[in-house]
């Protein structure tokens, strides 16, 4: 079992930069993939990015590569997603995910979910 909770959405200009925190707790959290999803209002979720628990590798949506960095801090057990260069249209719900894994480029089958941070562009 994995409890997930994030932290730091807000209401920021576009351009501006952002830092979500995801803090996660469980047994054997060396397994796991941890994942960044968002949802629009009136959109599908949709997933953001991906890092291996234990090994740092990343993978990421085209829509937000280049300008978002996913990490982890072992030591804290806690994700976190850097978002630059923020559009009006990365408005959404960010969620992080958990899943038992070892390949990031696999974005589905994610078992354990927080409870979302909500996060506004304005233009």
């Known amino acids: 079992q994995v409890q997930l909770v994030e932290s730091g959405g807000g209401l920021v200009q576009a351009g501006d930069s952002l830092t979500l925190s995801c803090a996660a707790s469980g047994r054997t959290l060396g397994v796991y993939i941890l994942g960044w999803f968002r949802q629009a209002p009136g959109k599908e979720r949709e997933f953001v990015a991906s890092?291996?628990?234990?090994?740092?590798?990343?993978f990421y949506a085209d829509s937000v590569k280049g300008r978002f960095t996913i990490s982890t801090d072992y030591a804290k057990n806690t994700m976190y997603l850097l978002m630059n260069s923020l559009k009006p249209e990365d408005t959404a719900v960010y969620y992080c995910?958990?899943?038992?894994?070892?390949?990031?480029?696999?974005?589905?089958?994610?078992?354990?979910w927080g409870q979302g941070t909500q996060v506004t562009v304005s233009s």
């Open positions: 890092i291996r628990w234990s090994g740092g590798t990343t």
């Open positions: 995910a958990a899943r038992v894994g070892t390949l990031v480029a696999v974005t589905y089958g994610f078992d354990y």
